[in-house]
């Protein structure tokens, strides 16, 4: 869930910089359909809806566009709010662990001011 609930770059640049292999990351991000899908289609209504209004041939657009807004709305919470339940729960579990980590010197200047 954290792979596909937390922002793409940074999760992407971290799964690299801790040498994860390759296949089980794009394995384990591939539910990220499911947030992608309803944001495209959102797109795609808002430009069916903006077509001049001659044509009438997608007068159902402005209807589908507010069910695909709400969804995709529903789905970023959902996810966003879901990997942020896991990482807290992680940290606390792992307290000891984290709190045993050493702090690189960015960190520490960033401590002392």
């Known amino acids: 869930m954290c792979l596909?609930?937390?922002?793409?770059w940074p999760?992407?640049?971290?799964?690299g910089v801790m040498r994860l292999d390759l296949i089980p990351v794009i394995l384990a991000?591939?539910?990220?359909?499911?947030?992608?899908?309803?944001v495209v289609l959102t797109g795609t209504f808002i430009?069916?809806?903006?077509l001049p209004e001659q044509d009438e041939a997608y007068p159902w657009?402005?209807?589908?566009?507010?069910?695909?807004?709400?969804?995709?709305?529903v789905i970023q919470v959902a996810t966003l709010t879901s990997a942020t339940y896991i990482v807290?729960?992680?940290?606390?579990?792992?307290k000891l662990e984290v709190?045993?980590?050493?702090?690189d010197t960015e960190e520490k200047k960033?401590?002392?001011?």
């Open 4 to 8: 596909v609930g937390l922002p793409d």
């Open 11 to 15: 999760t992407s640049v971290l799964c």
């Open 29 to 38: 991000t591939l539910p990220v359909v499911i947030v992608i899908v309803p």
């Open 47 to 50: 430009y069916l809806d903006s």
């Open 61 to 73: 657009a402005a209807t589908a566009l507010g069910v695909c807004v709400s969804t995709s709305a």
């Open 88 to 94: 807290e729960r992680t940290m606390s579990e792992r």
């Open 99 to 103: 709190d045993g980590l050493e702090l």
């Open 110 to 113: 960033q401590m002392n001011t």
